[in-house]
């Protein structure tokens, strides 16, 4: 008999919800929140509201896409957390209230956990063990992943993430929120050719504070002198503050690479859609001889199909939770 999963994602500004059938991905239906970008980044009380609104049509429009009648359920899955805390309560309480009324089991899963496991939802997928470099406005973590539900941090940020630097560089240069899909677009128009330091953090962990700063105090200092520099350099300025981001956060694969000697690569998470990094992945890989996997954009960003390819690995191991579960706003991997 077939394993069908509902799973519910709402840890952020992303309602969404997918369905599916013993590993297979037979619908994903996200919703974003454009009520954000007035604000210059998420407003945890509009998106908590948001996720209210959306969240019934949009679980109706993944079974209808999938074909599946809700009594054919097996379990239901949402994302535990990390994440914000009204906007995980709305996931939450969904699920526990459909599960108890189709008396089915539930299945927390872990959202950062859920994005490595997102390159199992279609081929290629990595072989184990392999390195995860997951990579998102609020997380940056480099994850050694032995089997789906065996993983190690070997290091995370100190400080920033990576999206989170993307976005804060955005706003000293004038863009609007999300910044980092638009320095993505900016960057491809430009050159590289202003400076920016990078930090010397031991070890595997990452720190962007100091970046941020850099790039503060030269946007202020060439301002200064030229009251339009940044309007008349927009594009190389962009190009150069993807370029050390994406340095950072490939120096960190290299060395992680080395240190464990696995040629297995992998990213994930929303920063993981840029196509800076993207495509100096690959060249490092062709270089290196190492075998990269790239998600897909629609399993990059936050989405509900990772969180039931997590699930679907949890319920063949039985691994479940009780109605009295709740969210876990800050919820180690």
């Known amino acids: 008999m077939s394993i069908y999963l509902l799973a519910i994602e709402s840890s952020c500004d992303d309602t969404s919800a ?16 454009e009520e954000h970008r007035a604000y210059g980044g998420v407003v ?13 049509p949009v679980v109706d429009l993944a079974l209808e896409r999938a074909s599946v009648k809700k009594e054919q359920l097996s379990a239901l899955a949402f994302t ?8 995980l309560l709305v996931g939450v309480t969904f699920a526990k209230a459909m599960a108890l009324s189709l008396r089915i089991p539930l299945i927390e899963v872990h ?7 997102a390159h199992f939802a279609e081929e290629p997928k990595p072989s184990f063990p392999f390195l995860c470099l997951t990579v998102s406005g609020g997380h940056t973590q480099m994850v050694l992943v032995r089997a789906p539900l065996d993983m190690e941090v070997l290091g995370q940020t100190l400080d920033d993430a990576a999206g989170e630097a993307f976005d804060k560089a955005g706003r000293m240069m004038g863009l609007p929120y999300p910044a980092g899909p638009e320095i993505d677009r900016l960057a491809r128009q430009g050159t590289a050719r202003f400076s920016f330091p990078e930090p010397k953090i ?42 050390r981001i994406v340095s950072i956060l490939l120096s960190k694969i290299k060395r992680a690479a080395r240190e464990t000697a696995i040629s297995e690569i992998a990213i994930a998470g929303g920063v993981s859609a840029n196509s800076g990094l993207r495509k100096a992945l690959q060249r490092e890989g062709e270089k290196r001889g190492w075998q990269v996997y790239i998600p897909r954009l629609e399993y990059c960003t936050d989405n509900a199909a990772m969180i039931g390819i997590a699930a679907y690995y949890k319920y063949l191991a039985g691994e479940f939770c009780g109605q009295d579960v709740s969210p876990e706003v800050r919820w180690a991997l």
Do not use: C, M, W
């Open 111 to 117: 959202h950062l956990q859920a994005h490595v496991l």
């Open 18 to 33: 997918a369905v599916i059938r013993d590993g297979e991905v037979l619908s994903n239906v996200t919703a974003g929140q």
């Open 80 to 87: 535990r957390g990390p994440g914000l805390l009204g906007s």
């Open 44 to 56: 945890p009380e509009v998106a908590s509201r948001a996720h209210f609104q959306q969240i019934i």
């Open 202 to 243: 031991r070890g595997l962990d990452f720190s962007f504070s100091g970046v941020k700063t850099a790039i503060r105090y030269f946007l202020r200092d060439e301002t200064a002198k030229n009251p339009n520099f940044i309007e008349e350099n927009l594009a190389d300025i962009a190009a150069s503050v993807q370029e």
